[in-house]
């Protein structure tokens, strides 16, 4: 299974392609996708999609996971970064991809096992997860890696009890 996680942005979008193979985890890609400041909103929007668009041709996800949106102080921030959130979830619909949806606290529990780990542990355990060299830069690429493997253990654990417990 090909598995995309999104962390959403309008300045930087964080992405993460991930292949599972039984219990088996490995990075494909990740990277960023970056709109420069100072552009209307519409034109990043645009950006953002095409970018989208063009991973999920290249890479053709069987899921698209992304980060649901959370914010406590900024709402003009937090409506961008939900236009945001919306051209990728567009994206991912037109591809054809199933789209799911996680918490960051969700996104820490799958990966550390802990939904108030910090940030630097969140990266640390993505490296290792993933067997990488070193932690993506920027932090994004990080989170949206934290999200693909939140989706692949999520779908292990889903299909396990789907089976009634029984590992087969």
Do not use: W
């Amino acid at each position: 299974m090909r598995i995309m996680g999104i962390d959403p942005g309008i300045a930087i979008v964080g992405y993460g392609i991930v292949d599972r193979k039984g219990n088996q985890l490995k990075a494909v890609d990740y990277g960023s996708i970056q709109t420069p400041a100072h552009t209307p909103t519409a034109t990043r929007l645009k950006q953002v999609y095409d970018a989208s668009t063009e991973l999920l041709q290249r890479h053709r996800p069987d899921v698209v996971a992304i980060e649901k949106l959370f914010f406590n102080r900024n709402v003009t921030t937090a409506f961008t970064v939900g236009q945001a959130r919306g051209v990728v979830i567009l994206a991912a619909e037109e591809a054809g991809a199933v789209i799911t949806e996680y918490t960051p606290m969700e996104v820490k529990m799958a990966v550390a096992g802990y939904g108030g780990a910090q940030k630097r542990q969140i990266q640390e355990m993505v490296r290792v997860l993933l067997n990488l060299p070193e932690i993506p830069r920027p932090d994004d690429v990080a989170d949206a890696l934290g999200v693909a493997i939140c989706e692949a253990h999520s779908t292990s654990f889903t299909r396990l009890l789907e089976r009634g417990g029984k590992r087969t």
